[in-house]
């Protein structure tokens, strides 16, 4: 069915396509889920929805109330879009090294902006939009403590998965405010617990960890580190030379976290004679042309996106 | 067991200012004692009260964060690259 009554009916369904000239080897097919086709371009159109469904049900969320949300930039995106359609106000705290086509976008679909310490990274957006959420005139969602996140990715997306490709072996998905790895985790596993489900975290520069004393970390609560097998540390330039390969070897324009998705994937598969091993390419290319990311130096390309916020 | 060691910014004062140090040590609890040997006061916030990782920090061998491997028995290799990192959220 690909007619649908409004705009947020169109989140999910993504396609899942194979990435024949990627896969190692003969017995291991990888296959990318293509989140950047949901209709603001990312993965968090679904937690979005989720999220402020789940509040109008339990009536937290009121036509008076406007939404708060600590993000760095794509869910922030898609509450704006959601907010649109439904009529509610929506104010995002962003840090003040995200893309120029996120505050783009996030003004175009209405959205109040207030600004935290880039150098402080997401961790920084968290800290001063709990203290605004102190106003009672706030809702805030807070896609790293809602349970509406991981549930969004396991009825949506890992059963997504599990009915395109009952065959699974593994998934790989980016280590954000782990919902996704959470959520699709417990579909694949109610499914097939030998399904290995591994996290891709970035390695970010100096700058965006800063000099923050390490007991200010922050794990999300949503984040059910049992739903997880593996874990790897992606470099800069290895997530940079994997999105750069998506687009010259299988046609596919995808963010920066996608790349390190896909180098992660790679490294499993060179570890197993059989398998499909499905990546979870979180949005799309686009709001990062303004960064480098593409420039022809890669040099410069990767200073640039390890200085910057691609996650 | 020759290790190199990544220091996050905010422990590299214990070091001298150093982005990245050598210990030795057959398993991740030798090797961070030997660091704690050589510059006093760097494991502190690195391991919580009961001895094991703090739950703030993400520790990986080479690439592999070590919570899913062995955690603080992780063996190590000669020429491995240890790399502690605070935990940090995207989204």
């Known amino acids: 069915m690909t007619r649908h009554d409004d705009i947020l009916a169109a989140i999910g369904n993504t396609p899942l396509v194979g990435l024949p000239s990627m896969s190692p080897k003969a017995g291991v097919r990888l296959w990318a889920k293509l989140e950047g086709n949901n209709p603001t371009g990312s993965t968090k159109d679904r937690i979005a929805l989720a999220m402020v469904e789940a509040a109008e049900a339990a009536g937290a969320l009121t036509p008076q109330k406007t939404i708060l949300e600590p993000t760095s930039g794509n869910t922030g995106i898609s509450l704006a879009m959601v907010a649109r359609r439904k009529g509610y106000h929506l104010t995002v705290v962003l840090p003040d090294n995200a893309s120029q086509e996120r505050l783009g976008l996030l003004r175009l679909f209405g959205a109040e902006i207030v600004f935290s310490d880039g150098d402080k990274g997401t961790n920084g957006s968290i800290e001063v939009a709990r203290a605004l959420a102190e106003d009672p005139a706030y809702y805030m969602p807070f896609q790293y403590g809602n349970p509406a996140n991981p549930k969004a990715h396991e009825e949506g997306t890992g059963r997504e998965i599990v009915a395109d490709l009952p065959e699974v072996t593994h998934f790989v998905a980016g280590m954000g405010t782990g919902g996704t790895l959470t959520g699709a985790g417990r579909a694949l596993h109610a499914h097939d617990p030998s399904v290995r489900v591994v996290a891709a975290e970035p390695e970010l520069g100096d700058l965006v960890y800063g000099l923050r004393s390490l007991d200010e970390g922050f794990i999300p609560p949503i984040f059910d580190p049992s739903e997880v097998n593996r874990k790897f540390l992606v470099r800069s330039d290895d997530a940079l030379r994997a999105t750069r390969e998506l687009t010259s070897k299988e046609g596919i324009f995808a963010g920066i976290s996608s790349g390190a998705v896909i180098h992660v994937a790679q490294r499993i598969a060179a570890e197993v004679e059989e398998g499909d091993v499905v990546c979870l390419l979180a949005d799309g290319g686009w709001k990062y042309l303004s960064t480098e990311a593409w420039a022809e130096d890669l040099a410069t390309a990767e200073k640039q996106v390890s200085e910057s916020l691609w996650w | ?91």
Do not use: W
């Open chain 2, 1 to 91: 067991m020759s290790v190199q060691v990544k220091l996050p910014t905010i422990l590299r004062k214990h070091a001298g200012g150093e982005p990245k140090v050598s210990a030795e040590g057959s398993t991740l609890r030798d090797v961070l004692d030997d660091l704690e040997t050589r510059y006093p006061g760097i494991t502190k916030n690195v391991r919580s009260d009961d001895g094991g990782l703090h739950r703030f920090i993400n520790v990986y061998l080479n690439d592999e964060d070590v919570r899913y491997l062995g955690s603080l028995e992780t063996e190590v290799g000669e020429g491995d690259t240890v790399s502690i990192l605070p935990a940090v959220a995207g989204g």
